[in-house]
């Protein structure tokens, strides 16, 4: 008779409200809640109507769900190796079956609702969740890794306009500035890690580079979005557009002379970035069909 998992033997003692909360710590919350809403929120800004936004928000929630766990699933054993912290499937909060299987049932509710917003914008979504299972599944560790992010950031648009009535194509610009906005969130969120996973065998694009270089990298994509937020929209730009161009390059460009002092510095300014871009995007919401 074989002795039983010690992970799941943990998850037995601590009992479903136990297993709950490390599954909720192994989806990767901080990426999963904020993808979620800014899908979301740009549901509303672009007019779909409550039903739609409702739909939105519960499949974008499955796919990242899905996305988190499997993550956790694969890299338990790297995660354990690297010593990575706040990883339940690492350190055995959580048994990496368990998660497995949260994984692929996530994945499986993201199939109907996904397409509850019709065909063409039910398959653009799919296509962006199932290349981050690619990124996960060995992607993550080739010089393509960013291009999971870009496509799973850039078909976003397309799943919110695509379910309007009329499955109106999203503006080439918010396409193309939410794929950059995939980039730089691919570099900004491996940026901790790559000393990690160099130790574990991952060389993605990051890892490649090494961490001085990524840290000055991080903005230039997250730029290239807001000079297509501010100048793709027909019509000349506002004094607001103007103003979040720069200030968006005053952040990079503090990050940027601040490196030699403070290594988070590059980071903290890209994320600032990041989120003026994301208002530049809800902004022009009612613009995406253009």
């Known amino acids: 008779m074989t002795d039983p998992d010690p992970a799941a033997a943990a998850v037995v003692r601590g009992g479903p409200v136990r297993t709950a909360v490390a599954l909720a710590l192994a989806c990767h919350p901080g990426p999963t809640v904020a993808v979620t809403a800014l899908v979301t929120a740009l549901a509303v800004a672009a007019g779909r109507d409550p039903a739609g936004c409702v739909l939105v928000a519960a499949a974008v929630l499955a796919g990242q769900l899905s996305i988190g766990w499997c993550n956790d699933a694969l890299d338990a054993g790297r ?99 939410a794929a950059l906005l995939g980039v730089g969130a691919h570099l900004a969120n491996v940026l901790p890690d790559i000393e990690g996973d160099l130790a574990t065998g991952v060389r ?37 557009g103007w103003a979040a161009m720069a200030a968006a390059v005053l952040l990079a460009a503090g990050g940027a002379l601040l490196a030699g002092r403070s290594a988070r510095a590059p980071f903290v300014t890209a994320v600032a970035v990041a989120a003026v871009d994301v208002l530049l995007l809800l902004a022009n919401g009612a613009a995406l069909t253009a």
Do not use: M, N
């Open 79 to 177: 995660d354990a190796a690297a010593g990575r912290t706040g990883k339940p499937a690492a350190d055995g909060t959580v048994s990496v079956t368990a998660v497995r299987v949260a994984a692929l049932t996530a994945l499986a509710l993201c199939v109907p609702l996904s397409l509850a917003s019709g065909r063409t914008a039910g398959l653009a979504h799919l296509v962006g969740v199932l290349g981050a299972w690619g990124y996960d599944f060995g992607l993550k560790a080739t010089v393509l890794s960013w291009a999971p992010y870009a496509v799973g950031f850039g078909v976003l648009p397309a799943f919110v306009t695509l379910g309007l009535p009329g499955e109106p194509w999203p503006a080439w610009w918010a396409v193309a500035a």
């Open 204 to 240: 993605g694009w990051p890892q490649r580079l090494g961490a001085a270089r990524v840290r000055l990298l991080v903005p230039v994509p997250l730029l290239a979005a807001t000079c297509l937020l501010v100048l793709g929209p027909a019509g000349a730009p506002g004094v607001a």
